[in-house]
């Protein structure tokens, strides 16, 4: 798929369009309105997301390398809703829908899809803290805990 660059003039009549429908003034201005929606689809494409729509069309479908997420962008919806997010269930992980209206911020929606696209955090060792200042952790769910006073007898 290949993406053309809008001209300063096009993204000028853009921001005039959209001027009048932002009912006071917002600053910075790139939070105010859509903006541009290559921020997310540039985004996703690069992580690996594949277009599954027409190339002629208006309409843009982006579906995860793994197919269970899909975006579309559809700017000739009926409905107020140009942005739709879908995830389908895999195993005991649910599945979740959410949209988004035609002046949601594409910095917005661009931070919503990058988690998407990002490996999990690591989660820390909840014992990592206690147990480098000497406490000890029996593992087999036993309550003794001891303080590192109790096994050096901390000033005694």
Known sequence: ???????????????????????YDTSPRHLAGPGDARHVTHGLAAAGWNAISDPLSAEIILASPDLRHRLQFDPQSRTSAWWRLRAEPVGTEPGWYAEFGELVPAEVLAAFTDALTAPPPQQPDPWQQVTSAGWHHEPDGARSRRTPCATSNCGR
């Open 1 to 23: 798929m290949l993406l053309v660059p809008l001209s300063e003039r096009q993204l000028a009549a853009f921001a005039d369009k959209h001027a009048v429908q932002i009912p």
